[in-house]
T-cell receptor
Framework: QKEVEQDPGPLSVPEGAIVSLNCTYS??????FMWYRQYSRKGPELLMY????GNKEDGRFTAQVDKSSKYISLFIRDSQPSDSATYLC????????????FGPGTSLSVIP | DAGVIQSPRHEVTEMGQEVTLRCKPI?????LFWYRQTMMRGLELLIY????????DSGMPEDRFSAKMPNASFSTLKIQPSEPRDSAVYFC????????????FGPGTRLTVT
């Protein structure tokens, strides 16, 4: 079993839809949970991060962490064609300097 | 700030040749990471440095791979000899010690070994 699992997609949705992206993980020591966005032929960029369990909202994006289920989600409201990218979940341990483990990424296309 | 700079952006080489990838991190960042990304394996951490010192090289696939960071503004990843299975996109990233999970990635080097 991989440490971090993510449905690779591709996921295709119409513009304006609500998108749900998910990851599961096996290491209960993970405390920091991140979502990176990667446009085609570019490097990943950090979208948002949360510490421990709970929700965090940033504009149209909401990140949720359920540590009891070892499950994290990213919701995108009112999706736009510019949201078309690969979304990678990522996690790290208790300290802010533990190495980061990335999921394989989910490819998202938002169709106008 | 110019962000993380990588060179070359594209590299095509023949099997058996030496390949050197270069990275300039963001000024002031004290962590530097080398990743490899393929469709099959996703984004894999190869090695990372803190204050120019290698901290964890457990992701380096084999002895053909080596990385150095001679100073705070420059790092290299060398593959010698290269093999077709090394074909991938190699990313360099940098971060601050206050939160190394906030990583800034370079544009990547697309390596093709024929």
């Amino acid at each position: 079993q991989k440490e971090v699992e993510q449905d690779p997609g591709p996921l295709s949705v119409p513009e304006g839809a609500i998108v749900s992206l998910n990851c599961t993980y096996s290491n209960s020591a993970f405390q920091y949970f991140m979502w990176y966005r990667q446009y085609s032929r570019k490097g990943p960029e950090l979208l948002m991060y949360t510490y421990s369990s709970g929700n965090k909202e940033d504009g149209r994006f909401t990140a949720q962490v359920d540590k009891s289920s070892k499950y994290i989600s990213l919701f995108i409201r009112d999706s736009q064609p510019s949201d078309s990218a690969t979304y990678l979940c990522a996690m790290s341990g208790e300290t802010s300097y533990d190495k980061v483990i990335f999921g394989p990424g989910t490819s998202l296309s938002v169709i106008p | 700030d110019a962000g993380v700079i990588q060179s070359p952006r594209h590299e095509v080489t023949e099997m058996g040749q030496e390949v050197t990838l270069r990275c300039k991190p963001i000024s002031g960042h004290d962590y530097l990471f080398w990743y490899r990304q393929t469709m099959m394996r996703g984004l894999e951490l190869l090695i990372y440095f803190n204050n120019n010192v290698p901290i964890d090289d457990s992701g380096m696939p084999e002895d053909r791979f080596s990385a150095k960071m001679p100073n705070a503004s420059f790092s290299t990843l060398k593959i010698q000899p290269s093999e077709p299975r090394d074909s991938a996109v190699y990313f360099c990233a940098s971060s601050l010690s206050q939160g190394i999970f906030v990583q800034y990635f370079g544009p990547g080097t697309r390596l093709t070994v024929t």
